[in-house]
DNA sequence: TCTGATTTGTTGGTTCAATGAACTTATCGC
DNA sequence: GCGATAAGTTCATTGAACCAACAAATCAGA
């Protein structure tokens, strides 16, 4: 059996604390404050809402202007009394996050700065099943090339990758283990994406497609309050991922999510892994089709515009009963008060939701007085993309000052 | 529908890092090196080990002298050159960490020190199901009155107390919300037992039976390199607790882990949640005893000591089978390589084991290449009582300033 | 139009925890 | 008894946040 080369980050790490880590964690509590709050906040908002002092907020702003990570804007008069307020805001095509993903169906590249705006994008749709990693990941470095060019023309530094896959991957560096749909089997990713790319210098990243489009759906929802939440994809397969206290759960090895294998009927269907009465057999994505009598290979829109709706309402209905079993299930165990629906069950929620809200009244033990809240998901387009590219934001929120030393030199 | 009195804990606190969270990171960290490394390590040692210089490992060492949370032992000459080192560990008898319970068949309290010694302990066999809290509570109360006169007249300080009850509490504060075993509805509990024992300037903080019997089990595994584990603890009813690098995950509200109402056949016995074939059905102890043919009123043992072996074995394997299937499930979502068997199960666990991993090696889908251990616990004599007290500590560890200046004034 | 009130942002001295280098203490080996 | 070695301590230095005072820019009212 192979050894598990991602080690596991153990308990509270064991490193002291010195004047620097001070500076290091409110200087990123400050770029947080700009870039997660609604309103350009001012020095002084800042110091009111973090607790330090105006003093200490203008030296940390200083510091992340001469940074290049944030700006200020022209003060505004604020009808009040006293020196109108300089509002700070994330500089924009100051950095390059890059998102990257390849799916079953297509593959792409998404670019975003710190503003979180999309600087640019390319997706290629195509048909990955049953291929080998080495062509696939030369054409999506091809992409990468292409998409990023301009951008490195115009001089904007490159921050950080993360790729996608819909498969099982190690904590942050990988290796893939498996990803059936592709017909991956153990594989570094990343190393052949550096290789392709010529990325020496700058970190790549992957992790589960799931695990990342949850991470972009936890950064819609933070703002609604929600930051709890089971988020389901569906596709060929049935992934997730656990969003707690606005943090995605990886796992032990970083596999977690894995829904679609929870048993439904022990007397069902065989699975492709090999067990009976997989939820993958009654609502994964080929099982609705057959169940609805259409090809396989027509995309799930068919479903919507099919002919034969009443067989098609029945097929959904099916498919929402084992989904909102094995999502009862998966509530009691980790306790979340919403569920995502997102993949093709976005698309698909009016005619879902109601069979997996009554199997979720009738199976989660908390219901009664905490009910579940159970929506379609906010961020649909390639929301992997946009999660992966997010994640490296992350990174750089949480610490600053590595970046702008790794700018300045 | 009742509100959530809990508010999330939201996502990163935005809490201010001033020179203090300094001193109380590292205070901490030497604190914890202290108590929780095998060997009484020297102030040289925990320089060596943090990473902090040794003139900081001493000032904040004295401190900790100062606050009467650890003491040196007599200097070992260590057969090497060199001045001999000066052992540091954690005081004896220096405060009391409480542990309480309310189980269905016995009340306790366990009281430990830092060092980890049991300085009292007190358990009260007895029936309480379908009772009402009062009473119990009152019971309890006397229990824990009894148990601590000796040592508060010896002078030791009560540093907190953590109540583990068989059932849904909210985090930390509680309220109970039910405990179908005891027959509890909600209720607070801890103002209950505030009352009843005039804990007033005390914190009393309470959690599920389960999630504090893990947090035992943690301690015991964490030195031989297991921070990742599901706990399952079969009483009448089946709990359980997810430890996720060395910590238990509580979930939205505090009420994760319940694992026994999984859906294990949809054809199945009617469960006492109202719907039918739950895990508790297959694998909870009345379903065990039932299936063996033996008096439910019986404890446990009865199973290994009955003269109808063939019987009870089969009985075992049909419950390990729907257990192994329900964990199946549950580390598909969670990805963790260890599952623990607790509570009935871990006398149980011979007779469970090889259907349990059976289970795993059909339905986990890294099994094949990262397999997956299941072990009976090591914390077993009311592990909750040792978990709740243990949890008291880790608050003390986490921040030992706090109470230090809560003891000197 | 000027003055006072008000709020924002900045400046310079102060505080405090960790650091680093030198120093003291205590042992071992020869 | 002496040098080597390691443990623990002392003290000046560094650096980040704090505090209080100040400068800057606006509004409101006389």
């Not at 890059?98 to 297509?106: P, S």
């Not at 993360?162 to 990988?174: H, I, S």
């Not at 089709?289 to 479903?303: C, F, I, S």
Request: net charge negative.
């Amino acid at each position: 059996m192979t050894e598990h080369p991602s080690a596991p980050a153990g308990r509270s790490p064991i490193t002291p604390a010195r004047q620097a880590s001070l500076r290091e964690h409110n200087l990123g509590m400050v770029l947080d404050q700009i870039v997660n709050v609604v309103n350009p906040p001012s020095r002084a908002d800042i110091a009111a809402s973090t607790g330090l002092t105006r003093a200490t907020v203008s030296a940390l702003a200083d510091r992340l202007i001469a940074g290049g990570l944030i700006t200020e804007l022209a003060p505004v008069s604020s009808q009040r009394a006293g020196r109108p307020a300089v509002p700070l805001v994330p500089a924009p095509r100051s950095l390059m996050a890059i998102g990257l993903e390849v799916n079953v169906d297509y593959l792409g590249v998404r670019i975003i700065d710190l503003t979180g705006a999309v600087l640019a994008e390319q997706v290629v749709t195509g048909n990955f099943r049953a291929t080998r990693p080495e062509p696939v990941m030369a054409t999506l470095a091809a992409v990468f090339a292409d998409t990023v060019a301009p951008l490195t023309a115009e001089g904007i530094p490159l921050a950080g990758c993360y790729l996608a896959l819909p498969g099982l991957v190690d904590r942050k560096t990988g290796p893939l283990r498996l990803a059936p749909n592709l017909g991956w089997g153990p594989v570094d990713v990343v190393a052949l994406l550096t290789e392709a790319t010529g990325l020496t210098d700058t970190p790549v990243w992957m992790a589960n497609e799931a695990t990342l489009a949850a991470r972009a759906e936890a950064e819609m929802l933070r703002p609604l309050g929600v930051h709890s939440f089971f988020y389901v994809s569906g596709e060929i397969g049935i992934g997730g991922a656990i969003v707690n206290d606005g943090a995605v759960m990886p796992g032990r090895h970083g596999w977690s999510g894995e829904i679609g294998h929870t048993l439904i009927d022990p007397l069902g269907p065989l699975c492709g892994c090999g067990a009976l009465g997989c939820l993958e057999q009654y609502a994964g994505k080929d099982a609705l089709m057959r169940a609805a009598g259409l090809d396989l290979a027509l995309p799930v829109d068919a479903l919507l515009t099919t002919s034969d709706r009443g067989r098609t309402v029945l097929a959904l209905a099916a498919g929402g009963r084992a989904l909102g079993t094995a999502l009862s299930n998966t509530i009691n165990l980790i306790d979340v008060d919403t569920v995502v629906l997102g993949g093709i069950y976005a698309p698909l929620a009016p005619y879902l939701l109601p069979e997996i809200q009554q199997e979720i009244s009738a199976r989660v033990l908390f219901h009664p007085w905490s009910p579940v809240t159970v929506q379609a998901a906010q961020a649909t387009d390639y929301a992997a993309l946009t999660g992966g590219a997010m994640t490296v934001l992350g990174e750089i929120v949480r610490d600053p000052s590595s970046w702008t030393q790794r700018i300045l030199g």
